[in-house]
């Protein structure tokens, strides 16, 4: 079975703090993908990151930066400088299924940044 | 240009009514996605096609119906309404696993009001 926890459930930071969000899965699929979306309050779903099961390669992007790492099945995500229009739920999904291509998604991270 | 188009924005429904939200997309994907939101909750998937190949989740209740005549039109169809079915509706699409770019794009999502 395919499962993705976030066991944060509300961060609260003040800005410029750095802040990092974990995200643990689990399949028996040999392939498959991970995604880091964005929630804003205005509701619609920001896709902000893609990695493939066979691509442990971390990256950053600005002040944005994923940890990858298949041994422990976790997908980090870490803001840096954290600004107040970071605010938002993040969610960490993942997709598996072979030809079904499901995807499923963790119960998200609420992400308050203080001024 | 939004890529992704449900329709309506907002759906207010009679208990028991039948409703049906629609979504299209110009994207050309062959992998489109229906799910239910809650507040304060993440995504719950309730089913999705790949091409034409429909799946269902095995949690998803009767009362939730999908159409998908073509690769650009996906209907949901909720044939009686119950006041717990008051939700946001999300339809996303991607691309299937395997093609490059394999992340899903969402729409805005139908708000279903239940009276």
């Known amino acids: 079975a395919q499962k993705v926890t976030q066991a944060q459930t509300e961060i609260s930071v003040v800005e410029k703090e750095d802040v990092t969000l974990d995200c643990v899965y689990e399949t028996r699929d040999t392939t498959y993908y991970l995604f880091w979306y964005k929630q804003p309050p205005s509701g619609e779903l920001v896709f902000l990151i893609r990695r493939n099961s066979f691509d442990e390669q971390n990256e950053i992007s600005g002040r944005y930066s994923w940890n990858f790492q298949k041994s422990t099945s976790s997908f980090n995500f870490t803001i840096t400088a954290s600004q107040v229009v970071d605010s938002a739920v993040y969610f960490c999904?993942?997709?598996?299924?072979?030809?079904?291509?499901?995807?499923?998604f963790g119960t998200g991270t609420l992400l308050a940044v203080q001024p | 240009d939004a890529m992704v188009i449900q329709n309506p924005r907002y759906q207010v429904t009679q208990f028991g009514k039948p409703v049906t939200l629609s979504c299209s997309q110009t994207l050309n994907h062959n992998v489109m996605y229906w799910y239910q939101q809650k507040s304060s909750q993440a995504p719950k998937l309730l089913f999705h096609?790949?091409?034409?190949?429909?799946?269902n989740e095995a949690d998803t209740p009767d009362n939730f119906q999908s159409r998908r005549p073509n690769t650009s039109f996906c209907f949901l169809d909720i044939r009686s309404p119950g006041l717990g079915d008051a939700a946001m509706y999300l339809c996303a699409t991607s691309r299937a696993m395997g093609q490059a770019g394999t992340e899903a794009f969402f729409g805005q999502g139908t708000r279903l009001t239940v009276v």
């Open positions: 999904a993942l997709k598996t299924g072979g030809a079904t291509n499901k995807l499923i």
């Open positions: 096609y790949y091409d034409k190949d429909f799946n």
